[in-house]
């Protein structure tokens, strides 16, 4: 049995011919050095594995001054230290900060895990029987990767500046829409 598409072997094997054992070896054995290589990776980012000459990489890309002969605990402490004081440095606040040169006010983002448009996991009613507009079900219509700015402005050339901003390439984000909007979540523009 797959656990990611729930189909079982024996039946697949059955439905689509007898060449199933030779191809689901190979598929075995490319998961194996999928995996491999992916904690390989995950070595490279995780801080307390990962060896020297990626942690001089990474020290370097980010500026962080260090000594001649520095041990390699040190440097190490200094890029944890790095990584703490700007973990909370994320798409938010990138985001937020563009709008805020521009507007001059600090707006807000919302998005539909904050509205409960889709918890995964919880279905939770006020009260016995159907559920209600307002409560959080398995799911709705709306997708969780919305994203709703409250850019503190209705002016058109000011909109229109904020939209040109987050339509630049490293701030627009794989699946997701944005929408501009008002303090009463009128939708004003759409990214």
């Not at 191809?23 to 060896?51: A, C, E, G």
């Not at 402490?77 to 909370?88: E, G, I, T, Y």
Request: glycine share 6%; with cysteine; proline share 3%.
């Amino acid at each position: 049995m797959n656990n990611f598409w729930n189909f079982e072997i024996p039946y697949f094997n059955q439905q689509m011919g007898s060449d199933w054992v030779p191809f689901k070896t190979i598929v075995d054995n490319n998961v194996d050095y999928m995996m491999s290589k992916t904690w390989d990776l995950y070595k490279l980012r995780d801080i307390s594995m990962m060896p020297v000459i990626a942690t001089d990489i990474s020290i370097s890309l980010r500026g962080i001054e260090t000594e001649a002969g520095e041990a390699i605990s040190i440097k190490k402490a200094k890029l944890r230290s790095f990584n703490k004081d700007f973990k909370s440095k994320g798409m938010k606040d990138t985001y937020l900060d563009y709008q805020e040169l521009i507007v001059g006010i600090r707006g807000e983002i919302y998005n539909g895990y904050i509205f409960g448009t889709f918890v995964w996991g919880i279905s939770a009613w006020a009260i016995a029987g159907a559920p209600e507009s307002t409560d959080r079900i398995w799911s709705t219509d709306q997708t969780k990767f919305n994203i709703y700015v409250d850019c503190k402005t209705t002016d058109s050339g000011l909109l229109d500046q904020i939209e040109s901003v987050f339509r630049q390439s490293f701030l627009l984000p794989a699946f997701y829409t944005i929408y501009l909007v008002d303090s009463s979540f009128n939708i004003l523009r759409t990214v």
